[in-house]
């Protein structure tokens, strides 16, 4: 059996102290997931698509190291504006190397579905993190494809794990698929793999997640069909179908707006705005919540940028409620339950989150993880096996002084560090590298607001 290797990235610990009021203006770095899209677009169409506002991350670098592997040029100029040169007819070509994917769930699978069109064999990896996370989910549909697809088997017997070894004659079988989960991962692989099957290729989802890759396919040029039958959205693309390059401009990032916005409304007299802030309904999910918590949060400047709305947002210190968020809110704020929990040990009351057992397959379990970090800085958390329920101080902040152990995930490191600019003591997490990931300047746009973290 194969055994995974992986190099872990060097150890960094970091701290975050106390904070005087948080004050400022920001502006939230490009989104992630339309970033993987953009570059994975452009490598896959005919032309030269150009990219600015790219989310210069650790993720998004190893999706370009992937795309420049199966023969697309790209390249970044001085201004950070980036020029994809796309394969068009040629198709992807067999990569002479492993396909290291780093820490990214979304640039793997969604890699792994445009691949699947080509006539090609490629091997995945990713870093400790990512060997860990199941690819069944999209492997299952690609197989059905006409796909071949090798995957490691965990010592755990966990099947379906990377090294992935993948291997298409490039022509696919269209097929209609429900996927068990709401992902959007899973939906975007198998409509990336549909562009080169022959016929209609349909992806049904009962509950709406993000439709960055529909939405980015029409700027691409490929009629996307959408419709509604039996409360569930019939998804679906008629390939063979070619991609034109475009240019995007790539929006801000909610999911990572959230930090800082989480940081300013639990920080004590902050004031603070964030600009550039996606707002796409599919992604908003979180704002919803703090609203309902009672949080001084408004938006406003609404603008196109990229064909998506974005907006700036004002937040203020508020004195937060404890509330009960719907279940089917889930998929729009999939990844910002943690620092959602993170608000809620300063919320009087109890604030209970259910229907979120995806969370346990993300970069790490990140309801164990979430909770661990919460419990290690004095907070009550109840957890079960599909949720979690904060109890929150009764307007006395959390004790904090505990020591966070991240897993490799990014959201946990920088929910520990909200968390401690505002705990009676410092919180110190174990690694702070993976931070790098998707909020690269996560650090110095902290530290303009005020914030008090060290490295
Ligand atoms: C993403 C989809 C979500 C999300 C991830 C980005 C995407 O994952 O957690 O960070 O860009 O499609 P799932 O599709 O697995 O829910």
New binding site residues.
């Given amino acids: 059996m194969d055994v995974c290797l992986y190099m872990s990235a060097p150890v960094k610990s970091a701290i975050a102290k106390p904070s005087k009021t948080l004050k400022g203006t920001v502006t939230a770095p490009g989104d992630?997931?339309i970033s993987?899209?953009s570059i994975i677009f452009g490598a896959m169409a005919e032309g030269i698509t150009e990219v600015t506002g790219l989310l210069r991350g650790e993720d998004i670098l190893s999706t370009v190291r992937a795309m420049q592997a199966f023969g697309a040029e790209i390249t970044e100029d001085e201004n950070g504006k980036w020029q994809i040169e796309g394969v068009g007819a040629n198709g992807f070509a067999s990569p002479t190397g492993d396909v290291d994917c780093g820490n990214a769930?979304?640039g793997v699978r969604?890699i792994m579905g445009a691949a699947a069109g080509y006539a090609m064999t490629a091997r995945f990896t990713g870093d400790a993190s990512l060997s860990v996370r199941p690819m069944n989910r999209i492997l299952d549909p690609l197989r059905e494809m006409g796909v071949s697809a090798d995957a490691r088997t965990t010592e755990a017997g966990e099947p379906g794990r990377l090294p992935v070894t993948l291997k298409s004659n490039g022509a696919l079988r269209p097929v209609e698929y429900r996927p068990p989960?709401?992902?959007?991962?899973?939906k975007?692989a198998i409509l990336l793999a549909g562009l080169n099957a022959q016929g209609t290729t349909t992806v049904i989802e009962p509950i709406a997640?993000?439709d960055?890759?529909e939405n980015m396919l029409r700027a691409f040029g490929v009629p996307v069909d959408n419709r509604s039958i039996a409360n569930a959205a019939h998804i679906s693309i008629t390939g063979p179908a070619k991609l034109k390059a475009t240019k995007i401009k790539v929006p801000g990032d909610p999911?990572s707006a959230a930090f800082p916005i989480i940081a300013a409304l639990i920080t004590p007299g902050s004031d603070i705005i964030v600009e550039n802030v996606m707002m796409n309904p599919t992604r908003t999910g979180l704002f919803d919540t703090l609203n309902d918590m009672g949080a001084f949060l408004r938006a406003d400047n609404f603008r196109k940028s990229g064909g998506e709305t974005i907006a700036d947002i004002h937040v203020k210190h508020s004195r937060l409620i404890g509330v009960t968020v719907p279940e089917d809110r889930a998929?729009s704020m999939?990844?910002e339950y943690p620092v959602l929990a993170v608000a809620a040990a300063f919320a009087t009351g109890k604030t209970i989150m259910n229907g979120i057992g995806?969370l346990r397959v993300?970069e790490s379990d990140r309801i164990a993880a979430t909770a661990a970090l919460l419990k290690a800085n004095g907070v009550t958390v109840h957890e079960t096996q599909d949720g979690m329920t904060v109890t929150g101080g009764e307007g006395k902040p959390p004790l904090g002084g505990g020591t966070v152990t991240t897993h490799h995930d990014h959201r946990i490191a920088m929910s520990a560090l909200v968390l401690g600019l505002a705990c009676q003591n410092p919180v110190k997490i174990d690694d702070a590298s993976m931070i790098a990931t998707s909020f690269p300047t996560f650090f110095d746009l902290m530290a303009s607001l005020g914030a008090h973290i060290e490295r």
Avoid: F
């Fill in positions: 992630k997931s993987h899209r769930g979304t969604l989960h709401a992902s959007a991962q899973v975007s997640t993000r960055h890759t999911s998929a999939i990844d995806e993300k």
